[in-house]
């Protein structure tokens, strides 16, 4: 069965602090995986995409890992801003015969605090 | 680009009353996704179409669940009747046909049931 397994659940950090979130996936066939930013009543929005080759992305002051052989991935965020507190999502994706097919972990909860 | 739209935004029932959810995708974006996400949690998907037939609806309640893709462009997403349970936030989503990249979700419709 595909899953995606996110940690911490939840973290709070002080305002200008630094974070890492984790995420742990056992999804086969693996296509690529992706990191969203979801304010509170917002849709997901993507961060970054990394296919099997690609070991870090990096958009702004986010960066992405991935190995593909722990099957582990990382979100770091560098100087948070009290505009980080969201949910981030990691979601891995899947091409088999039926289609393309989406496993989402159940996100963190970042609060950045002043 | 337009993004995916969706409506209404909020939407407060009774249980046992009906109500429909709208979407739009981006345009030229055959794939179509409806999710459910109850809170705290990453968004489950209930169905995907590809033009306007379904590929996947494993996981919609077909008892209170229904959806439709008339034209291969607008769907729209029924729960009758609803329930307790049914309060989650329903996100569309679009993609290319064939493709993993270009997921795009919208803001989503909160829904109430009270």
């Known amino acids: 069965k595909n899953q995606v397994e996110q940690s911490p659940q939840s973290l709070i950090i002080l305002e200008g602090k630094n974070c890492t979130l984790q995420?742990?996936?056992?999804?086969?066939?693996?296509?690529?995986l992706r990191w969203y930013k979801q304010d509170t009543g917002r849709g997901p929005v993507s961060l970054t995409i990394?296919?099997?080759?690609?070991n870090t992305k990096s958009n702004g002051r986010y960066t992405a890992t991935l190995d593909a052989d722990t099957k582990q991935s990382s979100l770091h965020i560098t100087a948070s801003q009290l505009s980080d507190s969201a949910s981030y999502i990691c979601v891995v994706s899947s091409d088999n015969n039926a289609g393309n097919m989406l496993t989402f972990g159940g996100g963190t909860r970042l609060m950045v605090k002043p | 680009e337009a993004g995916v739209a969706q409506s209404p935004r909020y939407k407060i029932i009774e249980k046992r009353q009906s109500v429909a959810f709208w979407c739009n995708p981006i345009s030229g974006h055959a794939t179509l996704y409806w999710y459910q996400q109850i809170l705290g949690q990453g968004p489950k998907l209930l169905i995907q179409?590809?033009?306007?037939?379904?590929?996947?609806d494993s996981q919609l309640p077909k008892d209170r669940f229904s959806a439709e893709r008339l034209k291969g462009v607008d769907s729209t997403l029924k729960i009758q009747p609803a329930k307790l349970e049914d309060s989650a936030v329903y996100l569309c989503?679009?993609?290319?046909?064939?493709?993993?990249?270009?997921?795009?979700f919208g803001s989503g419709t909160r829904l109430t049931v009270v």
């Open positions: 179409f590809q033009n306007n037939g379904v590929v996947d």
């Open positions: 995420c742990n996936y056992t999804v086969s066939p693996f296509s690529n």
């Open positions: 989503a679009s993609s290319l046909v064939g493709l993993t990249y270009g997921y795009t």
């Open positions: 990394m296919t099997f080759s690609e």
